[in-house]
């Protein structure tokens, strides 16, 4: 994920950081639950 462009405030800098810590979270339990679907077969 690449985010580009200029910060203006603290609250903005708040938001773009939870989305990139959902992002990332979202990812791991993607990789997750991939391995488990291999796991079974």
């Not at 938001?15 to 997750?32: K, P, S, T």
């Given at each position: 994920?690449?985010?580009?462009?200029?910060?203006?405030?603290?609250?903005?800098?708040?938001?773009?950081?939870a989305?990139?810590?959902?992002?990332?979270?979202?990812?791991?339990?993607r990789?997750?639950?991939?391995?488990?679907?291999?796991?079974?077969?």
């Amino acid at each position: 994920m690449l985010i580009v462009g200029s910060i203006s405030n603290i609250e903005e800098q708040r938001d773009i950081r939870a989305i990139a810590e959902i992002f990332i979270i979202g990812e791991r339990f993607r990789y997750l639950a991939l391995q488990q679907k291999n796991k079974k077969k």
